[in-house]
Structure formats: structure tokens, C-alpha cells
């Protein structure tokens, strides 16, 4: 087969690495590639509606807003609604009111409103680039100045060949790489706004949706989401009918769900707008340190080269609130840690309050090793100085936990420090932070694709990243960014990272594609795109997943995975728990929610002696069996305890706030699982009595895993190691795992991760039998 057919519009570079056959052997199978990149093209859809549909804007609809209106009568509106309200409060709201409109007004972007406006207003205007200095305003301004346009209402229009009315447009979505973001952005501008999200209110301008966590109130109008939850709503709706615009924030990130994003709307741009009834759809591409050619010359291509100009819109906006100085080493430094340390508190000692620390360091390991030095050494402080907390913010940790790096500390004349990865790195502002010192590195996930197996390595950050991290600080008055490298050292950073497509499993986004109806994922206009080899190992594995047919167009199976806010192997495992011989739904979403609910539920501690203590408390919920029964053990003890479940969290070092999450996903994932028709009645309420999983129902449990992780299993060498079944590699189980330090037949884990050395995390003992007994029925 020659792949040089595949696709009618493959660009050249893709030509030059193809093939001339491919079959790939997995799991001692040999699959021929010949139907996926052949895929018979489906016919386009027809459209639902003609281009030329009238599109007016719906006078009197809730959401049609006219021009806004001038701060001091949208002062005195709010003033009023509140005295309605009753006499306690307004007073005190209005003056919050009209610190926010002041601190709005002061930023640089604030001057460029009307350019940001006149630069979308055009009919022929699809694409604004909008470049403007860390804490210029972008995230929290752009869509505020946006909404109230004309081309921004809701229109109702009407579908040929239908009675029915469909609503067009009306709302700005803005993503966000991260779920933080996402959120303190939302809360942010919600206040901004005059509608504070929380405290119970139903209606307002202002909402997020993030996977397992949506607050979108009635009469939304602009809602910030993360990357993934966007493409979740383009699986449901292709033409983003909700929307008038979509604001893609922190595109320097280039992370695989933006790339992918903006593939769909480059894709939108080039269609006819069927879908949408003609009504356009806006795009606004933001960033401080955006490669503003790449963006032009990507979308640039769908218009004629004389429209390109006024399609494409670039501003670049001067000027960030409060300035910030910048300090770097004279030499290089010995440690890290040390450095950072020492910073911390030449900061703490030398510099007046109020300033909080906002410190980047590479991972959660180096997070907990600092806080517990920083909190051992604020015992030591004395009684006239300044106390000083430290707080920790990776993404690993629960929802609830990241908020409170964010919250005032209560304690007064107190310091806080937050000990952050690169999630703090861009887009979010940390009230009170004056200082940031950065470590100059940080952990970056590196997917080999041959080896099937992800690394997680402490790497140099680029300079990008090291002006995002520095523009944390002077957010709300002037600030200092501690570099602990030096001038030379930054000069010599690569100036951007390598998009997150290029270094990542892609398997998640090929299934993206196909379930958005992309047949020819070669053909998928993308910034960048990934080896044709890594684009090719996604489809086979879907192809074993059962997500793609023979022809390589996806399954019903494979739509209902894309559906599911799971990856594709964890989606696999939930489809086949639904199935008779399995049986085990309930089962599998205990595990999920366990898993998938941050940071391990199971806390680690540090001495042998702590250790002996813990495994003991431990004793009831760990299960020979491997680490996921042992993660459904404690999920279903958790649950069948009445009494205190915080104290019974506490006895076990389990993380309380991730079992709490655990049962936030828990409740969604059976929500979810109800809707699909993969469970046939909604489970009875907590708390059920516990009764322990009998071995052959964990057994089943466990094969029930392996449809999901046959790939991802390894067998014990007769020199005691293991070795992979797909790539043949030594992999040891992970310290954290139940079954560390023992010697099965064989073992599934369901992550494989390079750090120091390659470790098989989340552990299972299983026979070898099964694992062929998985391949086979597939
Ligand atoms: N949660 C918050 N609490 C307090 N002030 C905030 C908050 N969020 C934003 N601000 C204020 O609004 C300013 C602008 O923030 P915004 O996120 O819009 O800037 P930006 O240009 O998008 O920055 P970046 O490129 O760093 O994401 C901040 O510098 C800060 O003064």
C-alpha cells in the first residue's frame, strides 16, 4: 500500500516521511495499516441550512444587550438593584464596584478597547491576534468589551426545511490550558461583571466549565472553559452554535487540545457556515509572547491574498500595569532547592508587607520538600517578624486545594508563599503576590512513541515561559522577579517550548478527530504536525481499542468514548464493564473516580517508622490483588463509613479532599454512564454496607481492566525483573504501589512513567493467560 495516496491534501513535509508499506506488530499481532489511511471518504454532510439565511438579532431576548453603557449609569444601575435588594450591603458592594471599574480602567488595555472592537466589527473581519504584555488585561478585558456588540447578540433564525428555530450566537467562550485558570479567571470576571458567581445565584453574565466542574448561570454571556471541555461541546455541536466568538487565550502554550481547537476553527472559517445559518463566527487568538507570523500564516491560507489583510486583524497592545524588577544570579547556582530556599527567605526578611511569594520549583516532590523546610523554619522566626505559610499549587492536587492558594491567609501580619509547577505560569493572577523567584526549570511529559511510554524530566524552561513567569508579579502594584539563573543563561533559553502535539501521546486527539468526523487525520490543518509514525500508532491502538472499524471510520463504541470525559483506554474499560460477563459498572466507576480525582488518594510519608505505622491502619483496605481493587476497597469503605469519615481519612493518611473529589466524579461518571444507557437504574444512596469484593469477582474486575490495558502489561524475566509485553522493556513497580517489592507472573499497570528510572504505577497482578485471553477477545 502506498500511504503517498492518503489524503488529497497532504501538505509536502508529510509527503517526504511515508512509506512505502506499513503493518504494525503489536502484542504479537500484525495489523495492516491499509484501512486506516485509506479510509473511504464519508460524503460531507449536507448542510442544514443555506448560507444566505437571515440572521437578525432578536430585539428583546434576554441575551440581546445593546451598546454598553457608560460606567457611571452602569454604577448607578447596579446601585440601584442593590438598595431593591434590602439595606444591607449595597453601600459597601457599590464601593467594591467602583474599585474594580477604577482598577479595569488603569489597565493598558483599557486605552485599546475600541481598536479591539473596530477590529472584529466588519463583516469580513473572522480572526483578531491580539499580543498585549503579561497583566495588560487580556483575559479578563477582551470578552467584556466584546459582548455588547452588535455581531455579538443572539440571533433566532430560522432552519430550511424545519419549523423550528434555532438560537444563533450570543456568547463568548475563552479557553484556557488549565482548569485554575479557567476557574479564578470566571470568579474574577464575574465580579468584574456585577454578577459574582457562587453564593447560590441562578442568573448571570459570567460562567466556566471544566471537566467535572460547570457553573454557567442562566443568561451566560461569557464562559471561560479549558481547551478539552471546547472540543467536548464540538463533538455535540460542530458549528459552536452558542457562540459569537471564541477567544483562544495563552496560544504560546501550544498545548494538543489548542492546536486541535484551532484546527476546528480554522475549519469553520474555510466552511460555509451552514451550520450556523450563515451567522459568522469570530475568532480572537491571544497571548503575551505569541508567534504572531505562524498564527497569520496558518489561518492566513482559506482567504484570497487581497481579503487576508482585514480577515486576519493583528494588534499589539504596549504597556503592563505596574513594572517589575528583575534580578538574576551572578553565577550560576550549585542547587536549586538551596537557592530557591534561601531566596524565600532573604524575601521574607528583607522586603516589607504586603507581598506575598509566588516561587516556581519543577514538581510536586520538590513542592512538599520545600514546604516542609519553609514551615519548619517559620518556627524558628521571631515573634516581631512577619509569620510565613506556604502553600502548594501543582495540578496534581484536588480543586479545592488549589483554591486555597489563592485565598487571603486569615492569620494576620502573615506571609504567604506559594509553591508552584508551571500551572501558575500563565494566565492567572495570585492576589497579593509582589515577588516571584523562578527556578529556571520545570518537569516536561516527552511521549516516546516507540517505546509507548511517557518521560517526566526536569528541563530547562524557554524564554517564553520565563517572561509569563515573571509577569505574575506587578498584577496589582509594582514587583520583583528573582532568576535563579543567569542574564546569560536566559538569553541562551530556546525561545519557545515545543508544542505539546509534537511530544505527546496522541492518541486522544486522533480519537478527537475521527469522532468530529475527520477521516483523514493526515489531511487536519494543524499548526504543527506530529510524525506521521505517532499519528499511526494512535490509529491502530484505537483500531484495538475497538474505536475504529477495519476502514478506519469510528465505531458507535468509539463515539460514545470520545464522549466520555475519560482517555480512550479508561473509556474502553467502562464500556466493557457494561457488558454481561463483566458486570461491574459500579465497580470500575469507583476506581475511575479514585484515579482520576488528582494526586494519589493514598498520602505519602517519609520515615520507615511512619511507614511501619501506616501499612498497618492501611492493612483493611489493601488488597493482594494490586493497587485498583485496593483503590475500590477504600472508595467503598469511605463510602460505607458513617461516622467520621474525616477521621477515618486521617487514621489512614488517605487524602480527604481527593475522596471527596473521588465521589464528585463518582456521582458525574454515573450521571453519565445512566445517560449512555451503561447502566440501566441509578445505584442506590451512600452509605451502603461494606462487603469485601470476593477474589473472583476482583478477578473479573481486573480482566474487565486489561480490554482497556492488554498493552500495558508486563511479564516477571527469570532474573526477577519485569518485562514489557509491547516493547520489551524492564519496568519496576513503583514505590506508591501496593505491590511493590513482589514477584507475580505477571502484572497491567495503568501508567508507565520514565523519572529517575522506568516505573510501573498503579499495579495489578494478573496471569499471563488473561493477557492473551484480552488480545484475543476482543
Ligand atoms: N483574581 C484576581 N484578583 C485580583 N486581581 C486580578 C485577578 N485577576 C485579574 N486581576 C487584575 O487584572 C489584571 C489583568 O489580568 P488579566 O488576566 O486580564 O491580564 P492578561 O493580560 O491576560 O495577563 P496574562 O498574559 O498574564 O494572562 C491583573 O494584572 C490584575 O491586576
Not at 214 to 220: A, M
Amino acid at each position: 500500500m502506498s500511504l503517498e495516496k492518503d489524503g488529497e491534501h497532504r501538505s509536502k513535509r508529510r509527503k517526504t516521511d511515508k512509506k512505502e508499506s506499513a503493518s504494525l506488530k503489536i502484542g504479537g499481532k500484525a495489523i495492516s495499516l491499509e484501512g486506516y489511511l485509506n479510509a473511504p471518504k464519508k460524503p460531507a454532510p449536507s448542510p442544514a441550512v443555506p448560507t444566505t439565511a437571515p440572521a437578525e438579532a432578536v430585539n428583546g431576548s434576554e441575551n440581546a444587550h445593546g451598546p454598553e453603557k457608560p460606567i457611571k449609569s452602569e454604577l448607578k444601575e447596579r446601585h440601584s438593584k442593590r438598595q431593591e435588594n434590602g439595606p444591607k450591603g449595597p453601600q459597601f458592594k457599590g464601593r467594591e464596584d467602583e474599585k474594580l471599574l477604577k482598577t479595569r480602567r488603569e489597565l493598558p488595555i483599557w486605552q485599546h478597547r475600541s481598536d479591539i472592537q473596530n477590529a472584529l466589527s466588519g463583516p469580513e473581519n473572522d480572526v483578531l491576534v491580539l499580543v498585549g504584555e503579561t497583566g495588560s488585561g487580556k483575559s479578563t478585558q477582551v470578552p467584556q468589551f466584546l459582548y455588547t456588540e452588535p455581531w455579538c447578540q443572539r440571533r433566532k433564525v430560522q432552519l430550511p426545511g424545519s419549523k423550528d428555530e434555532v438560537q444563533i450566537g450570543g456568547t463568548i467562550a475563552i479557553t484556557q490550558p488549565r482548569r485554575v485558570a479557567a476557574t479564578t479567571l470566571a470568579h474574577r470576571v464575574s465580579q468584574e461583571a456585577g454578577t459574582p458567581l457562587g453564593k447560590g445565584r441562578k442568573d448571570g453574565k459570567v460562567g466556566y466549565s471544566v471537566r467535572f466542574d460547570h457553573n454557567v448561570p442562566i443568561g451566560t454571556r461569557i464562559k471561560y472553559l479549558t481547551e478539552g471541555m471546547l472540543l467536548q461541546e464540538l463533538l455535540r455541536d460542530p458549528s459552536l452554535r452558542q457562540y459569537s466568538a471564541i477567544v483562544v487565550d495563552e496560544i504560546h502554550e501550544r498545548s494538543l487540545d489548542a492546536d486541535l481547537l484551532v484546527g476546528f476553527l480554522k475549519q469553520i472559517l474555510a466552511g460555509n457556515k451552514a451550520g450556523r445559518a450563515g451567522v459568522p463566527l469570530k475568532v480572537v487568538v491571544m497571548s503575551a509572547t505569541a508567534d504572531v507570523d505562524a498564527i497569520r500564516g496558518f489561518f492566513g491560507d482559506i482567504y484570497p491574498e487581497d481579503k487576508r489583510e482585514s480577515a486576519i486583524q493583528v494588534l499589539r497592545i504596549k504597556g503592563r500595569q505596574f513594572p517589575v524588577e528583575l534580578k538574576h544570579e551572578r553565577k550560576p547556582v550549585a542547587d536549586l532547592q538551596d537557592a530557591l530556599l534561601k531566596t524565600i527567605f532573604k524575601v521574607h526578611t528583607q522586603e516589607p508587607l504586603p507581598g506575598d511569594i509566588l516561587a516556581f520549583l519543577t514538581g510536586q516532590e520538590e513542592i512538599e520538600a520545600a514546604q516542609k523546610i519553609i514551615e519548619e523554619y517559620a518556627t524558628t522566626l521571631a515573634s516581631n517578624m512577619p509569620k510565613l505559610r506556604a502553600f502548594p499549587l501543582y495540578g496534581q492536587l484536588s480543586m479545592d486545594s488549589q483554591r486555597e492558594a489563592f485565598l487571603p491567609v486569615k492569620t494576620p501580619f502573615t506571609r504567604k508563599v506559594i509553591l508552584a509547577t508551571n500551572i501558575a505560569e500563565t494566565s492567572v493572577t495570585v492576589p497579593g503576590v509582589r515577588y516571584v523567584i523562578d527556578c529556571g526549570k520545570a518537569k516536561v511529559k516527552q511521549f516516546r512513541a516507540r517505546l509507548g511510554m511517557e518521560s517526566l524530566l526536569a528541563k530547562p524552561i524557554s524564554k517564553s515561559s520565563a517572561v509569563q513567569r515573571t509577569g505574575r508579579a506587578g498584577r496589582e502594584g509594582p514587583g520583583k522577579c528573582f532568576r535563579l539563573y543567569t542574564e546569560d543563561a536566559f538569553t541562551n533559553l530556546q525561545g519557545s517550548d515545543l508544542p505539546e502535539i509534537l511530544r505527546s501521546d496522541v492518541l486522544g486527539a486522533v480519537l478527537t478527530m475521527k469522532a468530529r468526523g475527520i477521516q483523514d487525520v493526515l489531511a487536519f490543518p494543524l499548526m504543527d504536525a506530529p510524525e506521521t509514525e505517532a499519528i499511526e500508532r494512535a490509529l491502530v491502538h484505537l483500531h484495538f481499542l475497538g474505536a475504529l472499524a477495519d476502514d478506519g471510520s469510528i465505531t458507535s463504541k468509539g463515539q460514545t468514548m470520545a464522549r466520555l470525559p475519560l482517555s480512550a483506554p479508561l473509556g474502553t474499560v467502562l464500556l466493557a464493564a457494561a457488558r454481561p460477563e463483566f458486570d461491574c459498572v459500579l465497580e470500575t466507576i469507583d476506581i475511575i473516580s479514585c484515579i482520576t480525582s488528582g494526586e494519589d488518594i493514598f498520602l505519602q510519608v517519609q520515615s520507615e517508622e511512619a511507614q511501619e505505622e501506616i501499612e498497618q491502619a492501611r492493612g483493611e483496605v489493601q488488597r493482594r490483588e494490586g493497587d485498583i481493587i485496593t483503590y475500590l476497597t477504600t472508595i467503598q469503605q469511605y463510602t460505607a463509613e458513617n461516622a467520621n469519615r474525616i477521621e477515618w481519612c486521617k487514621k489512614r493518611k488517605i487524602n480527604i479532599r481527593n475522596m471527596k473529589q473521588a465521589l464528585n466524579i463518582r456521582r458525574q461518571l454515573r450521571g453519565i454512564c445512566l445517560k449512555e444507557g451503561l447502566l440501566s437504574e441509578a445505584p442506590s444512596q451512600d452509605p451502603q454496607p461494606f462487603v469485601p469484593l470476593a477474589p473472583e469477582q476482583a478477578e473479573m474486575v481486573i480482566k474487565c481492566f486489561l480490554k482497556g490495558f492488554a498493552l500495558k502489561t508486563a511479564m516477571l524475566a527469570p532474573d526477577a525483573s519485569y518485562v514489557t509485553v509491547q516493547g520489551k522493556h524492564v519496568v519496576a513497580i513503583h514505590p506508591a504501589s501496593v505491590l511493590h517489592g513482589q514477584k507475580k507472573e505477571a502484572i497491567m499497570f495503568l501508567e508507565h512513567v520514565y523519572t529517575n528510572k522506568n516505573y510501573a504505577k498503579k499495579v495489578s497482578a494478573i496471569q499471563a493467560a488473561w493477557i492473551a485471553e484480552a488480545l484475543e477477545n476482543r
